[in-house]
């Protein structure tokens, strides 16, 4: 089972920019799809972005489609989501999650880290 690592999160002004990473120390993501949660306080979890290795095809919620881009880094085997025009909205911890089916439920049962902060003040 993988176990995942997240970083990148921080305190940053609405519009600004951040990216966050996935790494998972001796697993490699190919043939699986990785994608981002996020879970706002008094909130459900919710989906944010995935990308399936196998084919590159990528999702986006519709909250962060625009703005979000989600990519793999096959030579340092991390996912990585760069968020930019951010809102204070988007204020959550971000977790990513690995399975190797392709949907969102199978992400849910996935292997998970264990998240990382992101705040955006107004």
């Known amino acids: 089972e993988a176990q995942l690592v997240e970083s990148g999160g921080g305190l940053v002004q609405a519009g600004g920019s951040l990216r966050l990473s996935c790494a998972a120390p001796?697993?490699?993501?190919?043939?699986?799809?990785i994608g981002w949660f996020r879970q706002a306080p008094g909130k459900e979890r919710e989906g944010v972005s995935y990308i399936n290795s196998r084919d590159g095809s990528t999702y986006y919620a519709d909250s962060v489609k625009g703005r979000f881009t989600i990519s793999s880094d096959n030579a340092k085997n991390t996912v990585n989501l760069q968020m930019n025009s951010l809102k204070p909205e988007d204020t959550a911890v971000y977790y990513c999650a690995v399975s190797y089916g392709s949907s969102w439920s199978d992400l849910y049962s996935g292997s998970w880290g264990q998240g990382t902060q992101v705040t955006v003040s107004s």
């Open positions: 001796g697993f490699t993501f190919h043939d699986y799809t």
